[in-house]
């Protein structure tokens, strides 16, 4: 059994990837306490919660651990308009949850994989981090960072057996952008649970198979 840590389990694509991945030892990570340990149940699996924005948070959760072979950077948070619309407040949680967050845990999880010679880290970011245009600008350069991120660390880390692979979902079905006042009709979204299934393909590929990139998109959205 491989220990996964998936952050933002709680809904949407991360709790999907967790019931996809519930056959291994998962530890759930995510701010609502309630809906982690309702899935945690469900799923026999170990739970912290988390503000992921705060790193002080995310050392004390690691200080916790004794081991960590796949880190899956899931959660997230969506801003949509263009800078002059959206508040310093917002702007500062975009890039607190999106980017700053997946690369603390990063930090946090790779003398685990150090110390095991080999190891995963999925960052779950966005086809938002190939978009061009101001209908999300701060949500877009949060996702654009992360891509950044993934390909700077990509090569130097493959040399110790530890893969990054940069995941690039298109509209899905979740409630990422209601919980931004957005009321988008998300039904055309891809399902959370295919979207799981391609995360299940990365964490089950050979140790020496590198999966740079992963691209998904619903055929209608395409
Ligand atoms: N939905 C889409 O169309 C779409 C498309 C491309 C990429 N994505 C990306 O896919 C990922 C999953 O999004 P989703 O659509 O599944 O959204 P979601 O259903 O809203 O889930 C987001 C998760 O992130 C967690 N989270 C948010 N802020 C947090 C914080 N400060 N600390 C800890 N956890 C936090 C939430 O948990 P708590 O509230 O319990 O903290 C929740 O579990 C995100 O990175 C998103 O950007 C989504």
């Given amino acids: 059994m491989k220990k996964i840590i998936i952050t ?3 809904d949407g694509l991360g709790k999907a990837i967790a019931q996809e991945l519930r056959d291994e030892e998962l530890i759930l990570i995510s701010r609502d306490e309630n809906k982690l340990k309702i899935l945690s149940e ?12 705060d790193y002080n ?4 959760i690691i200080s916790k651990i004794d081991n960590v072979d796949i880190l899956i950077n899931n959660a997230g948070v969506w801003l949509a308009g263009d800078i002059e619309s959206n508040s310093f407040d917002q702007i ?7 980017t700053k967050a997946p690369i603390y ?34 949500y877009n350069a949060s996702k654009w960072a992360m891509r950044g991120f993934n ?13 990054v692979t940069g995941f690039y979902p ?18 055309t979204g891809l399902e ?17 198979v590198i999966i740079p990139e992963f691209g998904i998109k619903d055929i209608e959205n395409y």
């Avoid at 390909?151 to 893969?163: V, W, Y």
Wanted: aromatic share 8%.
């Fill in 92 to 98: 500062s949680n975009c890039i607190d949850v999106n």
């Fill in 105 to 138: 845990m990063t930090k946090a999880v790779l003398p685990f994989m150090r110390q095991n010679n080999k190891g995963l880290i999925i960052n779950v970011c966005s086809q938002s981090s190939f978009d061009n245009d101001d209908f999300s600008t701060v």
């Fill in 8 to 10: 933002g389990a709680s």
């Fill in 151 to 163: 390909r700077s660390i990509q090569r130097t880390l493959s040399k110790e057996n530890i893969k």
């Fill in 170 to 187: 298109g509209f899905m079905q979740t409630d990422l952008f209601k919980k931004a006042g957005n009321d988008y009709d998300t039904s």
């Fill in 57 to 60: 948070q995310i050392t004390d």
């Fill in 192 to 208: 959370t649970q295919k979207v799981a299934k391609a995360i299940r393909f990365i964490t089950e590929c050979e140790d020496d």
């Fill in 42 to 53: 469900e799923l026999n699996c170990k739970y912290y919660v988390c503000d992921l924005t």
